[in-house]
């Protein structure tokens, strides 16, 4: 069956860094577009960066510059660097899987989530 699960969050210190991976399985990374969100709270879920089938990648505009997504299809696994991390980086980040999404930020383009890693930033 269809699963996403994410891997790589924890705790860091304002201005480090970590590397968040979603590994699927039950589907094929080359046909899907794998988006991630976070949601901190009492916020609503916030679109971070998309991975498009076909290459594009896309960035939030508050996020753009300290975060890189990437994907490995062989490995069934896509990866969201992020740098120089911010208190109001604290949330929970999911990955979810799209399909020919239009706008990559609507979460309701997205047919299936992981469960979700927790990153805190603190000093």
């Known amino acids: 069956q269809v699963q996403l699960v994410e891997s790589g969050g924890g705790l860091v210190q304002p201005g480090g860094s970590l590397r968040l991976s979603c590994t699927v399985s039950?589907?094929?990374?080359?046909?899907?577009?794998i988006g991630w969100f976070r949601q901190a709270p009492g916020k609503e879920r916030e679109g971070v960066s998309c991975s498009r089938s076909d290459g594009r990648t896309h960035y939030s505009d508050a996020l753009k510059g300290r975060i890189t997504i990437s994907r490995d299809n062989a490995k069934n696994t896509v990866y969201l660097q992020m740098n120089s991390l911010k208190f109001e980086d604290t949330a929970v980040y999911y990955c979810a899987r799209g399909s020919g999404i239009g706008i990559w930020y609507f979460w309701n383009e997205y047919d299936y989530w992981g469960q979700g890693t927790q990153v805190t930033v603190s000093s």
């Open positions: 039950g589907f094929s990374l080359d046909y899907y577009d």
